[in-house]
């Protein structure tokens, strides 16, 4: 099942980032999409401007899958922030999210599995763990060299 990522009900914040320049600025920025977090497309037939999915839209719903919030909500938009910043934490960021950007996404959903707390906490603890194993490996390595 591939991500879908909705943003049809998120009212608070434009999610969709139009970018209108020459023909050479608009195709360079086509072909090198990988670099800008989401993929810009050809808005019209006509070709006379480019959008994408916002940045910040893009990265909420690529960290859905690890949240495991499959809807952004006014009940449960904090949790959302707690949950990426725990992520954050662990595996570092590439664009620092805030509460209020958060906040603005009410309304986003994504087709994820739901975690409850006790079972996004239980993977941070696992992450966690992990990482500080990979350290005690990386030392020891040091240490017998």
């Known amino acids: 099942m591939g991500l879908h990522i909705d943003a049809s009900n998120v009212s608070a914040f ?3 980032e139009r970018f ?3 023909t050479e600025e608009m195709e360079q920025r086509l072909s090198h999409a ?3 977090y989401s ?4 808005s019209d037939e006509s070709h006379t401007a480019i959008e994408r999915m916002h940045p910040t839209t893009h990265l909420l719903g690529f960290y859905a899958m690890s949240t495991g919030v499959p809807e952004v909500t006014a009940k449960n938009y904090r949790e959302v922030f707690v949950r990426l910043n725990m992520i954050e ?3 570092g960021t590439t664009l620092p999210i805030t509460l209020e950007e958060v906040k603005a996404h009410i309304g986003l959903r994504c087709n994820v599995r739901e975690k409850t707390k006790k079972q996004f906490d239980a993977d941070m603890a696992g992450a966690l763990r992990e990482k ?3 350290e005690l490996n990386r030392l020891t390595r040091q240490e017998a060299a």
């Not at 993929?39 to 050809?42: C, D, G, I, S, Y």
């Open 34 to 36: 990988y670099l800008y």
């Open 132 to 134: 500080a194993q990979a």
């Open 89 to 91: 934490s662990v595996y």
């Open 20 to 22: 209108t320049g020459t």
């Open 39 to 42: 993929n810009w497309r050809w």
């Open 14 to 16: 434009d999610t969709v």
